[in-house]
């Protein structure tokens, strides 16, 4: 029983450390696309309109980040899975700390709904001059809470047997 246990945490510490390069390009990538269409664009586009000013140019980029916040949760959760295939590749199979890992992914994806149905909007209403709350109902970003929600609460109980299986290991071992 050992042996199998010891070669399925050689498997899967081999399988998260050729999916840590993945985590890895896909975070840089998606940090590239929010810098370039949220900070870089907005500044080199509008400095070739006429009358186009560095403070617009500042209000347009904050308009664009302020936009572009379920992302910046949604890479969270990227950092986060990175962390997660690292511990992996290190042999940390099921420990309670794996778990609450997990745990901040799920957190992440429901800051990330969290953030385009209901704060984002009010915000951008709120920087629009209007005053009072909205929320922009969405299907997928509804689900995404969902199953962010999920996720947390099944690490939360994962992350509670692990620790009672390991205090009840380490009671067997003092024993033998």
């Known amino acids: 029983m050992d042996k199998q246990w010891e070669d399925a945490v050689i498997r899967a510490a081999a399988e998260a450390s050729r999916l840590q390069p993945l985590a890895t390009a896909l975070l840089v990538a998606s940090l590239l696309v929010l810098a370039g269409s949220g900070i870089v664009e907005p500044i080199w586009f509008g400095a070739n309109e006429e009358g186009y000013s560095t403070g617009e140019a500042v209000r347009e980029a904050l308009r664009n980040l302020l936009q572009a916040a379920p992302a910046i949760a949604l890479i969270w959760g ?99």
């Open 78 to 176: 990227l950092v986060e899975t990175r962390g997660y295939l690292g511990r992996l590749a290190r042999g940390e199979v099921w420990g309670p700390a794996t778990m609450q890992l997990l745990g901040r992914v799920g957190d992440a994806l429901v800051a990330a709904a969290v953030l385009a149905m209901f704060i984002g909007p009010t915000l951008q209403q709120w920087v629009e001059g209007e005053i009072g709350m909205r929320a922009e109902w969405d299907a997928g970003y509804l689900a995404l809470a969902g199953l962010g929600l999920l996720l947390t609460l099944i690490s939360r109980v994962v992350r509670n047997v692990v620790e009672v299986a390991t205090a009840l290991k380490r009671e067997s071992d003092e024993i033998v």
